[in-house]
């Protein structure tokens, strides 16, 4: 098994060294909240303390002492409970800490290299580095020249100093999507949804995104649209923690009416 590599669903009940007092337990609400580890947001199954109302993510569950990431050979990523803020010798002016894949603060759990100053949220260690949608390889890379369709931008949107962000590349679709914009997308769907709502807000997806379409029917490549739109479905589901693709089911079910 690879280092970091998580066991999946075989734990349905267990402690968490960040809530030592009950065990948590895995639910599986179809409805969004917020992860008590990493302080991210979250949709789908959970590991929950209903008494205490403590919500995990699976990946902040089942956290390592230590992990690895292929973009950062030799590196040494240590697990903390909180962002360790001016630790190392590589911090910029504020103490904050923001993720080396999505580009976003890091506010809770997160892996953390004490010698070189990188910084993943565990959700995001969790990135798959190859997601196939209808035969059309989407890669991830850490290095990408390309203007993202989503920003229209190569570097990213508000880009911290030092960290370029990670990508998903499409070569054969010639499409780019910042892991950032796909994080923005859950964010601004997040703040615009009604508070007390069981499903996850996507009105503001749902503007968005026919929006995106006519961009691609302009060209004649509409089912590269569909891919483009189920892609970010998956993306959007690791990020949220929900292995399942109801997500991406609902994406397809938005646009194709
Ligand atoms: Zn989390
Ligand atoms: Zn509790
Ligand atoms: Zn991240
Ligand atoms: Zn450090
Ligand atoms: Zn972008």
Redesign the pocket.
């Known amino acids: 098994m690879m280092p970091g590599q998580i066991v999946r669903k075989t734990i349905t009940k267990e402690t968490h060294d960040s809530?030592p007092?009950?065990e948590l337990e895995l639910k599986n609400y179809r409805k969004p909240y917020r992860c008590d580890g990493c302080l991210e947001h979250g949709y789908g199954p959970r590991y929950r303390?209903d008494?205490?109302d403590?919500d995990l993510h699976e990946e902040c569950m089942f956290t390592t002492h230590t992990t690895s990431h292929e973009f950062f050979k030799g590196s040494t990523f240590k697990f903390f409970n909180r962002p360790p803020g001016r630790c190392c010798e590589c911090n910029r002016d504020d103490d904050k800490r923001y993720c080396d894949a999505c580009g976003q603060a890091i506010n809770g759990f997160v892996y953390h290299c004490e010698e070189k100053g990188w910084d993943l949220h565990p959700c995001c260690r969790h990135l798959k580095d190859k997601i196939d949608i209808d035969g059309v390889e989407f890669r991830l890379c850490n290095k990408v020249s390309q203007k993202c369709l989503w920003c229209k931008k190569r570097k990213l949107p508000n880009c911290v100093k030092g960290i370029p962000g990670w990508s998903y590349l499409a070569k054969s679709d010639n499409c780019h999507f910042h892991v950032y914009c796909v994080t923005e997308m859950v964010l601004e769907s997040w703040k615009n949804g009604p508070k007390d709502s069981n499903c996850l807000a996507l009105e503001n997806l749902k503007l968005e995104l026919p929006l995106q379409a006519n961009l691609f029917r302009r060209r004649g490549r509409g089912s590269k649209y569909l891919r483009m739109v189920k892609f970010l479905g998956t993306i959007l589901a690791i990020l949220l923690g929900d292995p399942t693709i109801t997500l991406a089911c609902l994406f397809v079910e938005l646009v194709s009416k």
Do not use: G
Request: glycine share 0%; net charge neutral; with cysteine.
């Open positions: 809530h007092n009950h303390c008494l205490c403590f």
